[in-house]
Nanobody
Framework: QVQLVESGGGLVQAGGSLRLSCAAS????????MGWFRQAPGKEREFVAA????????YYADSVKGRFTISRDNAKNTVYLQMNSLKPEDTAVYYC??????????????????WGQGTQVTVSS
């Protein structure tokens, strides 16, 4: 049983930055690959970034490479998404997800076992 709670979303101007946090409880955090997904109105939920269990490997969608950084602090049971150089097209609800006992980084939502409630990120032009 894993609960995920995102925070840090909000309204920011284009070119600005936000840092999203996802606090996990239950289970063993370090056993989970952690990912971020986002969903804009009228679009399907898409993969954004993921980080391996120890934080040594990361994977990013092409649309955010060079701008977003995913990291985790297993001592705090928290995963982060640092978002820089934000664009209006980054506007979406951002979801934290956990892939329980995963050995590889997944890039599809079907792989992930637990989801947070989402946090809204709005980037104004």
């Amino acid at each position: 049983q894993v609960q995920l709670v995102e925070s840090g979303g909000g309204l920011v101007q284009a070119g600005g930055s936000l840092r999203l946090s996802c606090a996990a409880s239950g289970g063993t955090f370090s056993n989970n690959v952690m990912g971020w997904f986002r969903q804009a109105p009228g679009k399907e939920r898409e993969f954004v970034a993921a980080v391996s269990r120890r934080g040594t490997s990361t994977y990013y969608a092409d649309s955010v490479k060079g701008r977003f950084t995913i990291s985790r602090d297993n001592a705090k049971n928290t995963v982060y998404l640092q978002m820089n150089s934000l664009k209006p097209e980054d506007t979406a609800v951002y979801y934290c997800a956990a892939d329980r006992n995963a050995n590889v980084i997944g890039r599809t939502r079907q792989v992930y076992d637990y989801w947070g409630q989402g946090t809204q990120v709005t980037v104004s032009s």
